[in-house]
């Protein structure tokens, strides 16, 4: 990789410490290749609702106390930025709100953080404010660890017994990427701690660094000598590929077709489990496809047989491999299917059924966050409970379907939460009589128990194997975000066109479940199934070549 252009000095924010390498080394080394590129909508929309979660946050707790406060203004240079911030610590400052501190041409770090709390030293503590959750509800019972967590507007950090954290390590390399700036500038508080405060900023949940400096100096070495080009790199799989421009950009079709071309092992092992493999001295498909050996000791991703199974489906362009003779799922004489639709954390808009080929949605077109959410999840579980008592009723079997049931629970249950005892709202507990029972299907699981996918198992994978296509050949989550704040009007007038897009999408998502329902069980017997058209695992127990380097 060659060193950055133009002689220019490079820097490193704590953005770059998490997520691919061979990414970061391309944006600093071929800028030029992406002033075309177009941010992805679900990113923008991301980055847009952060930034309002921190305005907010931001006017509350200033709001709270403005004398304790400096405002560093955010239309100032970096430089000015950086000044005032020093100037403010200086000062005694008890709160910074957006400092920046100086940019360290030696070793490339730069940044900043929402909030700087003087400490009893005389030092800051970094407080981080970010739009996601960072702990979890729990009910105060004993357990191993209570995380720590301080009052807002006063840090008192105490072991906080009704939250589980949620491990983001994102957020603690950035509050460490910060510590080690304010240690530079002699601003670092009296022992190594960092604040966040998540999505539902309630509290701020406290991180003791002590034990991630060391883990992200090793990180941060790294990373800077990728970005100044004095480390090599190749492209990898991993989730984040899904939406890098670098996928198909750049020389030779991009990391896609590079990853192809060299049959990397990461195509069918992403993420971690190619490291695993590489370890061992697997580095293409091929090579894993004939290994036939006993697994690696530190595989920890599933049985390592499938690993192997999938890397020669992936050989003859198996999309689908059977674990067993037989292909199963639970079948009920009324069958309904659901699907929905939400926006960011703001709630749950559009709760799509399915019954008897018949297409029912129930929907607000009010912006999110909204009263009318919980009108509309009212008739929608209404609505399901009645089929569901009425097929009991008449001595009929019952079952509901959804496809990765998560996203189905969470706003099951946040909808029960937030409109509780608001006139057709169910209790917390009739949602989990529901979801916790057999009537309560998800076919995501099924496929999962089913099947080996070498193409990944997202809907939009496995349904068109058992033979539907979607009317909108942009559909998709990411593409429906901002579909949905054009058709609410966000940003001007509603866009009646993307309701209707909406509503076609997500119809074509629970007639998609059923049809791969009825493609994997059949009611009656047919030429077209699971069952006669997917390859089953012994039809791949033969390595297809030489053994690879670790066996030889």
């Not at 400096?213 to 090599?232: C, K, N, P, S």
């Amino acid at each position: 990789m060659p060193a950055a252009e133009g002689g220019q000095q490079a820097f490193l924010d704590a953005r770059g410490l998490i997520g691919c390498r061979h990414r970061l080394g391309l944006d600093a080394t071929y800028p030029d290749q992406l002033t075309d590129v177009r941010e992805d909508a679900g990113v923008q929309q991301r980055r847009a609702a952060a930034q309002a979660h921190r305005d907010r946050v931001r006017d509350t707790l200033v709001a709270a106390d403005p004398d304790s406060w400096v405002i560093i203004d955010p239309a100032q240079s970096a430089r000015a930025r950086a000044a005032a911030t020093l100037r403010a610590c200086a000062a005694g400052a008890g709160r910074i709100w957006g400092g920046l501190l100086p940019q360290e041409p030696d070793t490339g770090r730069r940044g900043g953080v929402e909030i700087l709390l003087r400490d009893e030293s005389g030092g800051y503590i970094p407080v981080i404010v970010v739009n996601h959750k960072v702990t979890d509800p729990r009910k105060p019972d004993p357990a191993e660890f209570h995380p720590l967590t301080s009052d807002l507007l006063r840090w008192q950090p105490m072991p906080d017994r009704a939250r589980k954290l949620r491990q983001q390590p994102r957020d603690q390399q950035r509050l460490a990427h910060v510590y080690r700036m304010l240690e530079r500038n002699g601003l670092a508080p009296g022992t190594p701690v960092g604040g966040v405060i998540g999505f539902h900023f309630d509290r701020i949940l406290v991180h003791d660094l002590t034990a991630v400096l060391d883990d992200y100096d090793t990180r941060y070495a790294d990373r800077i000598a990728v970005v100044r080009g004095e480390v090599a790199t190749v492209p990898s799989k991993v989730p984040e590929c899904r939406q890098c421009p670098w996928w198909t950009r750049g020389a030779d079709g991009g990391c896609q077709a590079w990853l192809n071309e060299h049959r990397d092992v990461s195509v069918v092992a992403p993420g971690s489990r190619a490291d695993v493999l590489r370890g061992h001295g697997v580095r293409t498909i091929d090579e894993l496809a004939a290994w036939t050996g006993p697994e690696p000791e530190d595989w920890q991703h599933g049985p390592f047989e499938e690993a192997v199974v999938t890397a020669r489906a992936w050989l003859v362009a198996a999309p689908l491999v059977r674990r067993f003779e037989r292909v199963w799922v639970r079948r009920a004489d009324v069958e309904v299917d659901v699907d929905l639709e939400s926006y960011q954390e703001d709630g749950a808009y559009l709760w799509g059924t399915l019954l008897d080929g018949e297409y029912r949605p129930f929907v607000t077109w009010d912006p999110l966050p909204t009263e009318d959410e919980g009108r509309s999840f009212a008739e929608f579980w209404t609505w399901l409970m009645e089929v569901r008592e009425q097929a009991l009723a008449a001595g009929k079997t019952f079952a509901a379907y959804c496809y990765s049931r998560s996203a189905e629970d969470k706003w099951l249950y946040e909808s029960a939460r937030r409109f509780a005892g608001r006139p057709g709202i169910p209790t917390e507990a009739q949602i989990t009589e529901f979801v916790d029972s057999v009537q309560w299907v998800d076919m995501f699981q099924a496929v999962t128990d089913q099947f080996i996918c070498p193409s990944g198992k997202g809907l939009k994978k496995i349904a068109p194997v058992a033979g539907f296509a979607w009317r909108d050949p942009e559909a998709g989550g990411e593409a429906s975000m901002s579909w949905y704040r054009l058709a609410v009007g966000y940003d001007g007038a509603p866009d009646l066109t993307q309701r209707t897009r909406l509503f076609e999408y997500n119809e074509d998502d629970v007639r998609a479940t059923a049809v791969l329902r009825e493609w994997m069980n059949p009611r009656t017997p047919v030429a077209h199934c699971a069952e006669r058209e997917v390859p089953t695992l012994a039809d791949f127990a033969e390595a297809p070549g030489t053994p690879s380097p670790a066996q030889a």
